[in-house]
Each structure stands twice: as C-alpha cells, then as structure tokens.
C-alpha cells in the first residue's frame, strides 16, 4: 500500500500538469466517496459539506462562498461522470501540449469553469424556464473545463486528424462542431444547467485561442498569480545569502602586487637560509600560489 502511495505521489511531482489535473480530481472524487462511506456508517449527512464546494445558482448563496467558483470544477457527482470527464481531459490535453504551454493549459481548464459557471449563474436567475429552480440548483464537474480545452485546441488546429473507436478519422474541429452541437440540443432534456455550463466554457476556449492568434494570451494574469501562491507557500530557506560586492580593478590589481611582493620575500628568504627555514604559513602561501 506505502509502495502505491509512493508511486501515486511520484507521478503527481513529477507529471505534467495534465496528470496534476487528472490526479486531483480523482483523489478529490475518492476522499469524498470515502467520506460518504463514513457518513452512512455514522449517520451524519454529507450534503452540507458538498453544498459548501458546489457552484449555487442562487446568488444570496453565492455571495458567502465565493470560492466554489473554483471547487466546483474538480468534484463529480458520480464515478461515471468523472471517468468521462477524465477521459476527454486527457484526450484533449494531450493533444493542447503538443502545441501550447502547461501553464496554458490550467489557465484554460480554470477560466473555461469559471466562464461556464457565470453561464450556468446567469441562465438560472435570467431564463424564464429556469428561474423557477434557482434556489436549488447548483453545477458539479470538470465538463465545463474539458470542453473549454476541447474548443480552444481546435481553434488553434481544428485540422487535426484523430482516430476515434467505432467512429473513424475525424478532424477536432467536427469533434468540436458535435460537442457543442450536443449539448445544446440536449438543454430541454434534463441537466439544462450543466449543459449551458459546458457552452460557456466552450465559449472560452474559443475566445481564448482567437484572442491569442491576435497577440493577447489572457491566461498570463492567472498564471503569475499561481506562480505568487506557489512560491507564498514554499518553504524559504532560513540561511542568509550573502553577496560580495565586486571587486574593482584597482583593487584586483593592488592585491595582486601584494601578493606578488611577499612571494618575492619568501623566494629571497630560500636563497639565502634555505627551504626549511619557511614557517608554515610561509610554506603554504608558496603552495598555493604554485598552483595558480
């Protein structure tokens, strides 16, 4: 078990950031099955925890735990929603590696949830159909992330050719076309909210890569503000760095000179008593400057 958890850990430092993602939302999916486990057992209810971590609908919610914009993206509701999810993330992932940066990909990931969980907001408090389920209604997973990635590597080469099981050679930009397609003939079918959260983040990915063709990468702003929380909570080194301040010319060359001079002292010293008549000090300043 110790040799599983070391080879888990192992991975998680040392991968790419696409298993960094793939890792944390499986291990969140698991701690928290495991908690369930535990409040069935003990007969204590989980939801209010969940309700604390799921993105609400209802903006009087919404307000006293900001945070959830971000949590949401990484719990599922279920095994199988997260193995889907994970599957695409790693299908899309890969292939946005092969041409973006790692630090573009989480900034994609994080701001296509974001971006589908202000969609999700304002469709419940705005569309008449769904208004009425306001206050319950609350958005959980990664598809809103995944399909932001999907859209965005397919903008940049929507030519890109994959061999799908059972389906054939398709380019991203029809794998695209169909997601997209999909989910918004899937709203009047039950999930309306996690359907118009998958749009928004698809919206993002898609503004994302034609606002960077133009010059503008708007994951920068995220990534320096990861890069400042990261080295906030690293561990800084207690020992004090001390830099010495170079030396001059002059003063390179007046040390020469006098180094020079007693060398001069110790060689007329030999000459006329003799090696052994050096005293150590003596001795290993001859050493050392025989070596240079």
Same mark, same amino acid.
């Given at each position: 078990?110790?040799?599983?958890?070391?080879?888990?850990?192992?991975?998680?430092?040392?991968?790419?950031?696409?298993?960094?993602?793939?890792?944390?939302?499986?291990?969140?999916?698991?701690?928290?099955?495991?908690?369930?486990?535990?409040?069935?057992?003990? *007969?204590?209810?989980?939801?209010?925890?969940?309700?604390?971590? !799921?993105?609400?609908?209802?903006?009087?919610?919404?307000?006293?735990?900001?945070?959830?914009?971000?949590? !949401?993206?990484?719990?599922?509701?279920?095994?199988?929603?997260? *193995?889907?999810?994970?599957?695409?993330?790693?299908?899309?992932?890969?292939?946005?590696?092969?041409?973006?940066?790692?630090?573009?990909?989480?900034?994609? %990931? &994080?701001?296509?949830?974001?971006?589908?969980?202000?969609?999700?907001?304002?469709?419940?408090?705005?569309?008449?159909?769904?208004?009425?389920? @306001? *206050?319950?209604? +609350?958005?959980?997973?990664?598809?809103?992330?995944?399909?932001?990635?999907?859209?965005?590597?397919?903008?940049?080469?929507?030519? %890109?050719?994959?061999? *799908?099981?059972?389906?054939? @050679?398709?380019?991203?930009?029809?794998? /695209?076309?169909?997601?997209?397609?999909?989910?918004?003939?899937?709203?009047?079918?039950?999930?309306?909210?996690?359907? &118009? /959260?998958?749009?928004?983040?698809?919206?993002?990915?898609?503004?994302?890569?034609?606002?960077?063709?133009?010059?503008?990468? %708007?994951?920068?702003?995220?990534?320096?503000?990861?890069?400042?929380?990261?080295?906030?909570?690293? @561990?800084?080194?207690?020992? +004090?760095?001390?830099?010495?301040?170079? +030396?001059?010319?002059?003063?390179?060359?007046?040390?020469?000179?006098?180094?020079?001079?007693?060398?001069?002292?110790?060689?007329?010293?030999?000459?006329?008593?003799?090696?052994?008549?050096?005293?150590?000090?003596?001795?290993? @300043?001859?050493?050392? /400057?025989?070596?240079?």
């Amino acid at each position: 078990m110790n040799s599983l958890l070391n080879s888990f850990q192992k991975d998680f430092k040392e991968g790419t950031i696409l298993h960094k993602l793939i890792y944390t939302n499986t291990g969140l999916f698991f701690l928290f099955s495991i908690i369930e486990v535990f409040s069935y057992l003990f *007969l204590f209810d989980i939801k209010p925890i969940l309700n604390k971590l !799921y993105l609400p609908a209802n903006n009087n919610i919404l307000i006293n735990q900001p945070w959830t914009f971000i949590t !949401y993206m990484f719990l599922h509701g279920n095994f199988l929603h997260l *193995l889907f999810n994970m599957l695409w993330l790693h299908f899309g992932g890969k292939i946005f590696l092969r041409y973006l940066q790692p630090k573009q990909l989480l900034a994609v %990931y &994080i701001l296509g949830g974001i971006s589908g969980g202000l969609l999700f907001i304002l469709a419940f408090n705005y569309v008449p159909a769904l208004q009425a389920l @306001t *206050l319950d209604a +609350r958005a959980v997973g990664a598809s809103a992330s995944v399909l932001a990635i999907m859209v965005a590597i397919a903008t940049y080469s929507p030519n %890109y050719s994959v061999r *799908l099981p059972f389906i054939g @050679t398709l380019t991203l930009k029809k794998i /695209a076309i169909g997601c997209i397609a999909l989910d918004i003939l899937s709203i009047p079918n039950g999930n309306a909210g996690g359907h &118009i /959260a998958h749009l928004g983040g698809a919206f993002f990915g898609y503004f994302y890569i034609k606002q960077l063709q133009k010059g503008k990468d %708007y994951s920068e702003g995220l990534s320096k503000l990861i890069d400042r929380l990261i080295n906030t909570f690293k @561990t800084k080194n207690k020992l +004090r760095t001390v830099h010495k301040k170079p +030396r001059s010319d002059y003063e390179f060359n007046s040390d020469k000179i006098a180094k020079q001079k007693e060398i001069d002292k110790i060689l007329e010293r030999i000459a006329k008593s003799g090696y052994e008549s050096l005293s150590k000090e003596e001795k290993a @300043t001859l050493f050392s /400057a025989s070596k240079k």
